[in-house]
């Protein structure tokens, strides 16, 4: 059964910081690695995926991952206020990238202006 | 692409209650996954579809519970005899052989 760990938060920056998100996962195995973004009500829309060891920026939004020590982690840039929600890592259940998902509690992201 | 719908996006219903909700998923997606959120916890797998043939249930998904994708188009969950333990988000999502999930708005359900 594989698992997701994160930090539920809250996780308070102030406008213009980095906010830095961390991920751990039990399966060693793991190949695909997912951040999601949800704002309070609503469903989870992706920001970020990444396969291979190392950095994968996009914007403001950076995705690390070290799969010798099954972490992933999620660097967002100059945070605004409208990046409040709460950040879910996934990981795919089976080896392919389209099986189902397993995600962790989410953290949740508070930006003060 | 209108993206994944979700209906309906608001369910109340007694216990004892049967629920059906239906997902439609973006046209050229062959998977079609459900899960299910409460409050402070990430989204739950409960079950998924490649086409119309039912992948994997997890063991979330009692006896009480059954999905169908008749024609690989459309799905259906269906909740028997509810529970107020069955209040939650329930989510669909889609995906194609290369593409990342995309989620619907989420049917909402409480059990009173």
């Known amino acids: 059964q594989k698992e997701v760990e994160q930090n539920s938060g809250p996780l308070s920056v102030p406008e213009g910081a980095i906010a830095s998100l961390n991920c751990t996962y039990s399966?060693?195995?793991?190949?695909?690695f997912f951040w999601y973004r949800q704002y309070s009500g609503k469903s989870p829309e992706l920001i970020m995926s990444?396969?291979?060891?190392g950095d994968k920026e996009d914007g403001r939004f950076t995705a690390q991952l070290n799969k010798a020590s099954q972490y992933v982690s999620l660097l967002i840039r100059d945070s605004q206020p409208s990046d409040s929600a709460t950040y879910l890592c996934?990981?795919?259940?089976?080896?392919?990238?389209?099986?189902?998902?397993?995600f962790g509690k989410g953290t949740r992201l508070s930006v003060i202006a | 692409d209108t993206g994944v719908s979700q209906n309906p996006r608001h369910k109340i219903t007694k216990r004892g209650q049967n629920v059906t909700f239906r997902c439609d998923p973006i046209?050229?997606?062959?998977?079609l996954y459900w899960y299910r959120q409460t409050l402070g916890q990430g989204p739950e797998f409960l079950t998924y579809?490649?086409?119309?043939?039912?992948?994997?249930k997890s063991r979330l998904l009692s006896d009480r519970f059954s999905a169908e994708r008749p024609k690989g188009s459309f799905s259906t969950l269906e909740i028997q005899r509810t529970e107020q333990g069955d209040s939650a988000m329930y989510l669909c999502?889609?995906?194609?052989?290369?593409?990342?999930?995309?989620f619907g708005s989420g049917t909402r359900l409480t059990v009173v």
């Open positions: 399966d060693r195995g793991s190949q695909s």
């Open positions: 990444i396969y291979s060891n």
């Open positions: 996934a990981v795919n259940m089976g080896v392919s990238g389209n099986t189902p998902l397993v």
């Open positions: 999502a889609s995906s194609s052989e290369r593409q990342y999930s995309t």
């Open positions: 046209s050229e997606h062959n998977r």
């Open positions: 579809f490649q086409n119309e043939a039912q992948l994997e």
